[in-house]
């Protein structure tokens, strides 16, 4: 009978929670006592790494994201948003809205992956102000900025004025910040030529970066090749430069290597821009900050098998979870390869724990990383090597384009790139909304689905 079904829930569709999935119907496949629901936000997979390419318009934005229901097989799959999470009752609860019933989800297993949100660290300002690069709307809405700024600046008459639509600030210089930073140089530069008062030393792109260098994780060498890179192709970068403020002109900086009695200049200035885009850092979403588990930073802490403290059968995977790189003690980069590794070591474990075998620790052996910096060159450190220029480039492609989980995807997006050879990018303006703050539901009923 259904109710004696044991039910594996699963909170978020993105890298960690869908994976996991994935390895759950490998591992009950056709075991009639096991239920697997999957709940998310959205009815699909979201493939970040190609986020900015759907932000400069060389790949179509339906084309990073594939359906759930089109991935998985035997899941019975909840788009919804999750309210709270009861994890004494073993219950999870679903916002309703106008439209759609809000739902109680009764689990006797739970994994929780409902990945990140930007961070603003507080700064009000910049969250009411900047663009974002985070979900399908943000890249679309980026776009859409960059071509409605072109059109404002090539009939512009004051100078000043010009030169601040044409001033675009990226936040951030790790790989959303320098992938964004040099998609949007190259869709600036292609398309200018449609622009005929428009030069190109009106164009500017900067990235503000905190730290010493851009990039953290690669070798020194490997990120001061992208430097380089970078400001061959125009792209100015600002190291050890903090963002203090922005109203939607004006961006305030602070550099933060400056003498202390100032003979090194001054530690506070601006830049005119009407354009920001903060790819700064990722916090973990309200519902797991205000969640009943125990957090640090707002991520789950879990054990070595990825286990939530004090909540035996719930598991953490992925951005919303804590789990410390035993070589540095510090937390593991919020990356989609490591959340994939999570995610198969949780289904492995509450496989085992359902059929009392013994649960496997998580250990991350990271299999490199690259990185695109802008027309056919990238980085990349593989396999115990370092390579940058058009090889890493080549491998970036290749290798993201294999884990592209669906084959008319993977084709779409190299067409996508084919045709990016062969013709000039689409400069028109679709007009959508921005993002509106967080809404907040009104639940109309609540109904428990055992019954
Ligand atoms: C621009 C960009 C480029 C990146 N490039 C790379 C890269 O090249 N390589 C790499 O390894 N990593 C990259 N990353 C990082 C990578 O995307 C994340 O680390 C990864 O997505 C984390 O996976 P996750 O499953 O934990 O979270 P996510 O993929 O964010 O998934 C979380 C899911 O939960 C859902 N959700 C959230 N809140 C709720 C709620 N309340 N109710 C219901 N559902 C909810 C969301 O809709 C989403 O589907 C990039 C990220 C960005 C933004």
């Known amino acids: 009978m259904a109710r004696n079904k044991k039910k594996i829930v699963i909170l978020g569709g993105g890298f ?17 006592e096991i239920e697997i629901v999957l709940v998310s936000e959205d009815n699909f997979l979201l493939f970040t790494p190609m986020l900015p390419q759907v932000a400069s318009g060389m790949i179509e934005t339906r084309h990073i994201v594939m359906p759930i229901r089109t ?5 019975i799959f909840y788009e919804g948003r999750v309210k709270n999470i009861d994890p004494y009752g073993k219950i999870v609860n679903l916002w309703g809205s106008g439209s759609k019933r809000g739902v109680s989800l009764h689990y006797d297993f739970l994994v929780v992956a409902l990945g990140s949100e930007t961070n603003f660290f507080g700064m009000n300002d910049l969250e009411k102000n900047a663009y974002q690069m985070k979900t399908l709307n943000d890249a679309v809405m980026v776009r859409n900025r960059i071509i409605d700024m072109l059109e404002q600046a090539e009939n512009e008459t004051n100078p000043i004025l010009k030169k601040s639509l044409l001033t675009f600030v990226i936040v951030g210089g790790g790989f959303a910040g320098i992938e964004t930073a040099g998609e949007i ?39 001061g090749f992208a ?20 109203d939607g002109d004006e ?11 100032m003979t090194n200049g001054s530690a506070i200035s601006s830049i005119q821009s009407k354009t920001v ?20 930073k707002g991520k789950i802490i879990v054990d070595q098998n990825l286990e939530v403290i004090d909540f035996p059968g719930v598991f953490a995977i992925g951005d919303c979870a804590l789990f410390l790189d035993p070589k540095t003690m510090k937390p593991y980069a919020p990356t989609a390869q490591i959340a994939e590794a999570q995610a198969k070591v949780a289904a492995n474990n509450l496989h085992a724990i359902i059929r009392n075998k013994e649960k496997t620790k998580f250990v991350y052996e990271s299999k490199g990383q690259m990185a695109i910096i802008g027309k056919r060159t990238g980085i990349a450190s593989f396999l115990g090597m370092n390579i940058h220029g058009i090889l ?19 084709l779409r997006v190299f067409l996508d790139w084919t045709i990016d050879i062969l013709f000039d990018r689409d400069i028109s303006r679709l007009k959508f909304m921005r993002r509106e703050p967080e809404k907040e539901y009104k639940v109309l009923d609540e109904v428990d689905d055992v019954w």
């Open 277 to 296: 885009i903060w790819t700064a850092g990722v916090t973990p979403v309200n519902t797991i900050k205000r969640s009943l588990f125990k957090t640090d």
């Open 185 to 223: 140089m190259d869709l600036l530069l292609d398309v200018r030529k449609y622009y005929p008062n428009i030069k190109r030393e009106d164009v500017r792109v900067i990235v503000l970066e905190a730290l010493p260098n851009i990039l953290p994780g690669f070798t020194e060498s490997l990120a």
């Open 71 to 75: 991935i998985t097989k035997q899941v």
């Open 392 to 410: 890493a480039w080549i491998l970036w492609r290749n290798l993201y384009l294999s884990k592209i989980p669906t084959w008319d995807k993977r």
């Open 251 to 261: 961006v305030m900086i602070k550099k933060l290597d400056v003498d202390k009695d």
């Open 227 to 246: 430097q380089e890179k970078l400001t061959h192709h125009g792209i100015e970068i600002k190291l050890q430069t903090a963002v203090t403020s922005f």
């Open 16 to 32: 960690a929670g869908l994976e996991c999935t994935r390895k759950l119907e490998q591992y009950f496949k056709d075991n009639s």
